[in-house]
């Protein structure tokens, strides 16, 4: 299997997203939808729409090449989240199984979108394997961590083992608490962040405690995200490369943290898009090729 390893922190050059026009379609649609997908709110159709344009407008500035997904390839409210239906790896791109019920669709949607650009994705073997990409977290690039939880299973986890073959060092595989339930959305990342190639952002409390002591023996320097900013996505920060990142604008001390600690920080306003059904900017971007 090829040793060409993947980075989360790299320079950021292209990326796949989709647009709440898609995702969301109308208010009508929203108000008939919101609550079977578990979002906390009603998001607000127009205000969504001009969110997706400003934070498509961010990435292109930094430089990425923005792929929007196909509103064919959009079944559902949480289409918005493309970080999830397909996992990045050093020998390429994974189809995820997802563990909600209601995600299933997707993974074929994006792959399919995908393909039709001409980029290979690799597919599951094993009917019973679940994984989804907010449960895999590069914390180096020949080391990532898998989330085990109600997302993703043992299996999933194995199927990526073996797509990265010598490529990674290791696996980690990452027990999650049961925390909010199965209807929840609880990843590995949303317990840490990868800000640059030493430096992670991390959520302690509901990490679990081996977990934990790991990334100290690892040596990472870790910023620890304010508990009051846990809810309102304080964690799930995007690197766009290895001093600058993407935050929900109203996590201001969170802000401040990162800020202290050296990186540059970039903001957008996700009302609709993020805080609504719980997806940050890691959640709304795939990245397709960094370096």
């Not at 060409?4 to 950021?12: C, D, K």
């Not at 050059?13 to 919101?34: E, I, M, P, T």
């Not at 990045?88 to 019920?101: N, Y």
């Amino acid at each position: 299997m090829s040793s060409i390893r993947f980075s989360m922190t790299q320079p950021l050059r292209r990326v796949l997203v989709a647009h709440a026009r898609d995702c969301f379609r109308s208010q009508q649609w929203l108000a008939a939808h919101w609550k079977p997908f578990h979002f906390l709110f009603e998001p607000d159709f127009e205000a969504a729409c001009n969110e997706s344009d400003r934070f498509i407008g961010i990435l292109e500035d930094f430089g990425a090449t923005v792929d929007i997904l196909d509103p064919d390839c959009c079944p559902g409210l949480d289409s918005m989240y493309v970080h999830d239906p397909v996992i990045a790896a050093g020998p390429g791109l994974m189809q995820a199984s997802m563990g909600k019920l209601a995600r299933r669709p997707e993974s074929e949607a994006v792959t399919q979108h995908l393909r039709s650009l001409g980029m290979e994705v690799h597919t599951l073997d094993n009917p019973d394997a679940l994984i989804e990409g907010g449960d895999v977290v590069w914390l180096r690039p020949d080391l990532p961590a898998v989330g085990i939880g109600f997302r993703t299973n043992h299996l999933g986890a194995d199927a990526l083992e073996s797509l990265c073959g010598d490529s990674i060092s290791e696996l980690i595989r990452v027990s999650l608490p049961w925390d909010q339930g199965p209807s929840d959305v609880l990843h590995v990342m949303s317990l840490v962040s990868p800000l640059s190639a030493d430096t992670l952002l991390v959520h302690t409390r509901r990490m679990p405690v081996e977990f934990r002591q790991r990334l100290d023996r690892e040596g990472f320097r870790l910023i620890e995200v304010p508990e009051e900013e846990y809810a309102t996505l304080g964690g799930n920060v995007l690197a766009l490369d290895e001093h600058t990142c993407l935050i929900e604008m109203g996590n201001t001390q969170t802000i401040r943290l990162l800020s202290d600690a050296g990186f540059q920080v970039l903001t957008y306003d996700g009302r609709n898009i993020s805080l609504a059904g719980s997806g940050g900017p890691t959640c709304l971007t795939r990245p397709l090729l960094r370096g």
